[in-house]
């Protein structure tokens, strides 16, 4: 049984980390609304660029974007967004276990022999991908020096602008994204999407198309304004998927501090209890020998 030294000083402890959990909590939530807040102002922006692009994919103009070639897919990128940093519950282990199961899938669908590129976000990503695809000859862990997942402004641009200049050069015939989709505190959703090559499905779901249709004059002319915007469209789907991760995480280890905070609690009212008990214990003994004492 434990003294009331050891349970005081096991108390303390509890009572610590219940704070620094509280503490962290408060963090992370702040983090997350200012992330949540960067997703409202990136939205705008997105629609205005897809409604250019909508018009454009619905007009009668011609013309042409090797970002919308499509072609037999031979090599195939994946970027997969985690967190920098720990203490995110299972954040990190259910985008790695989607990531396996969607390369299984992707093998059956174009072969055993696809080679796969993974581009890891996230420090914790990058360990984990790491031990997953050594030893195997068709999975490449990939990297761009100074990409990670706090990355934002001229950095996601830079990211942007690799993965695209290797779609036109043709070293990857296809780039995928696995992310979580910020919904709310409470729910994330694993995301799979097509990034490149574009496809026009992007930009007619939801009535995108039909809402913002309305006739244009193309000036200087249709392949010159597509070639502008299209890039545009890339950087802010990136940009928001920076941030939804952003938001994911954070989302994640609030949830993860509040699950550590209840517990902490609850561990406290019984380590209290216990010392409350061997405290009143220890003075009825107390009592009892004395008045034993003076019988004598």
């Not at 049984?1 to 939530?29: F, N, Q």
């Not at 807040?37 to 103009?61: H, M, T, V």
Request: charge should be positive; charged fraction near 25%; hydrophobic fraction near 45%.
């Amino acid at each position: 049984m434990a003294t009331l030294r050891e349970l005081k000083g096991r108390i303390a402890s509890v009572a610590s980390s219940e704070k620094i959990t509280g503490a962290m909590k408060m963090i992370s939530s702040a983090k997350m609304h200012k992330a949540e807040s960067g997703l409202k102002r990136l939205l705008p922006f997105r629609r205005q660029i897809e409604g250019i692009i909508s018009n454009l994919l619905s007009a009668d103009a011609a013309f042409v974007s090797p970002l919308l070639d499509r072609r037999d897919v031979r090599r195939l990128t994946i970027v997969v967004f985690g967190s920098d940093d720990g203490l995110c519950g299972a954040y990190n282990i259910n985008i790695h276990k989607a990531l396996v199961a969607k390369v299984a899938e992707l093998r059956a669908e174009l072969g055993n022999d696809i080679d796969i590129d993974l581009y890891p976000i996230g420090n914790k990503m990058v360990n984990a991908i790491g031990k997953y695809a050594a030893g195997d000859v068709h999975l490449h862990l990939c990297r761009l020096e100074g990409v990670d997942a706090k990355t934002t402004g001229d950095g996601v641009r830079v990211f942007i602008d690799h993965l695209r200049e290797r779609f036109v050069k043709a070293d990857t015939d296809r780039v995928d994204l696995l992310y979580m989709s910020f919904k709310s505190v409470s729910r994330q959703r694993l995301t799979y999407e097509q990034l490149l090559p574009v496809v026009g499905e992007t930009f007619t779901a939801n009535g995108v198309v039909a809402d913002s249709f309305k006739p244009y004059l193309f000036e200087p002319d249709a392949t010159t304004i597509f070639s502008t915007v299209l890039p545009m469209f890339l950087l802010s789907v990136m940009q928001e998927v920076f941030t939804e991760n952003r938001a994911s995480e954070q989302a994640a280890r609030v949830m993860a501090m509040q699950s550590a905070n209840d517990n902490a609690k609850k561990l406290l009212e019984q380590l209290r209890l216990e010392y409350n008990k061997l405290r009143q214990q220890s003075i009825t003994n107390e009592l009892l020998d004395i008045l034993g004492g003076q019988v004598r």
